[in-house]
């Protein structure tokens, strides 16, 4: 079965370094999204990607977040000044089509700790 | 504003049924989903609304209600692997999710 992957599933960088989290998304999927979830805390909405550009953001996806999906294939997340608060779960997950028929499917998360 | 309630934590013996309730109250309405996620794991897809009712999957049902902003998730015949959070999530017409906190049901033996 198909599936979203991540890469690294742990990434460990001092404040103020700049990270890219790599993420696979299905194959012929379409919309492509980023979430993070702070431990013990709810999975929270960063941005929605469409058409080699964003949809929709959150408060959270400030100046200090990009994406770019660079090749056709991987779907980054910049962070370019890490904070010790970005310190997350973060989750990549992509959909088929746009309609709620569509499930969204999610990667395994990449763990961010900055130090 | 946006807001999406569920109780923190539910403990069940095994065997048992136990419903997981969640009120929603945000813009956008276009569906409400249920995920399961084991800690330090991604959410898996359990079921999902779209029109009032039920929708039966196997030991797990949702029901919806969009005039009244409720769901509830339904988990029948509780087993020990069912310990984990479920997560109510509503979803727009871009498919971007908003999740509750998560409700950390314990299964006792």
């Known amino acids: 079965e198909p599936e979203v992957t991540q890469t690294p599933s742990h990434q460990v960088t001092q404040m103020g370094q700049e990270v890219i989290l790599r993420c696979v998304p299905i194959s012929n999927h379409l919309y492509f999204y980023w979430y993070r979830q702070i431990l013990g805390q709810k999975v929270e909405f960063l941005v929605s990607f469409y058409n080699n550009e964003i949809s929709e953001k959150s408060e959270i996806f400030d100046d200090q977040f990009s994406v770019e999906r660079p090749d056709g294939s991987n779907f980054t997340l910049k962070i370019r000044s890490t904070k010790l608060e970005d310190s997350a779960m973060y989750f990549c997950?992509?959909?088929?089509?746009?309609?709620?028929?569509?499930?969204?499917?999610f990667g395994p998360g990449t763990r961010l700790t900055v130090t | 504003g946006q807001n999406i309630d569920q109780p923190t934590e539910m403990t069940a013996t095994e065997g048992a049924i136990v419903q997981i309730n969640c009120t929603y109250q945000t813009s956008g309405f276009n569906g409400l989903f249920w995920y399961q996620q084991h800690a330090g794991e991604a959410p898996t897809f359990l079921s999902y609304?779209?029109?009032?009712g039920l929708e039966e999957k196997g030991r797990f049902s949702s029901f919806l209600s969009r005039s009244k902003g409720y769901s509830y998730l339904l988990l029948k015949e509780l087993q020990m692997k069912d310990s984990a959070s479920y997560l109510c999530a509503s979803t727009d017409s871009w498919g971007k999710f908003q999740f509750g906190a998560g409700t950390q049901v314990v299964v006792t033996p």
């Open positions: 609304n779209v029109l009032d």
């Open positions: 997950a992509s959909r088929r089509g746009q309609g709620v028929l569509y499930e969204q499917y």
